[in-house]
Nanobody, 122 residues
């Protein structure tokens, strides 16, 4: 079992920055890929959007076009943590952000955090 806890959300003005953290515990040896998803509050029925992901050991980050150049994902294996640095935030970035972990044998993320809310005011 992998436990994930996000933190760092909050209210920020457009153009501002936030840094989200995702602390992993438990069977972190199972983790192959960490992904940040987001769920916009005005679209609860829509599928969560993949924002960015990174492999636990090799890096190799991937970004959605909507955040490319503004968001940066990083990891600290020593601290069992993944971070999401969000710069030049826009109102459309407002969402609940979730980190999720996928093991090497899975096709989808199996472990999820509880989410942290990011609100960007215009």
């Amino acid at each position: 079992q992998v436990l994930l806890v996000e933190s760092g959300g909050g209210l920020v003005q457009a153009g501002g920055s936030l840094r989200l953290s995702c602390a992993a515990s438990g069977r972190t040896d199972l983790i192959d890929t960490m992904t940040w998803f987001r769920q916009a509050p005005q679209a609860p029925g829509k599928q969560r959007e993949v924002v960015t992901r990174i492999t636990w050991r090799g890096g190799n980050p991937w970004y959605a076009d909507s955040v490319k150049g503004r968001f940066t994902i990083s990891r600290d294996n020593g601290k069992n943590a993944v971070y999401l640095q969000m710069n030049n935030l826009k109102p459309e970035d407002t969402a609940v952000y979730y980190c999720a972990a996928r093991s090497a044998i899975a096709t989808t993320s199996e472990y999820w955090g509880q989410g942290t809310r990011v609100t960007v005011s215009s």
